[in-house]
């Protein structure tokens, strides 16, 4: 079953539900043929994190709404660090 999980960046289940991703094999935006988590931050989000292999890729969406771009991609073992720089961020 394919999901967007929708998360606030302070939850502190984030780090074991990015974990947590299967493996996708491609990006579909919205999660719509690919498991993905979704960081609300205003009407349009701040984020999405999908999980590619060992790789977690971000994907940063505008501040007034748009497609989003890519921003970095983290390692499984520096998921704290991923969500330290995405909370500096906000």
Do not use: W
Not at 6 to 11: K, P, S, V
Not at 66 to 84: C, E, L, N, V
Request: net charge negative; proline share 4%; charged share 30%.
């Amino acid at each position: 079953m394919v999901m967007r999980i929708e998360l606030d960046l302070y939850d502190n289940k984030l780090k074991q539900i990015i974990l947590d991703l299967p493996y996708n094999t491609k990006i579909d935006d919205n999660g719509n043929d690919c498991d993905m988590v979704f960081i609300p931050e205003s009407d349009y989000g701040f984020a999405e994190i999908y999980r590619m292999y060992d790789d977690i890729l971000i994907f940063l969406i505008p501040t007034y709404g748009g497609t989003p771009s890519f921003h970095k991609s983290y390692g499984r073992h520096a998921i704290d660090y991923m969500i330290k720089e995405l909370r500096e961020m906000c």
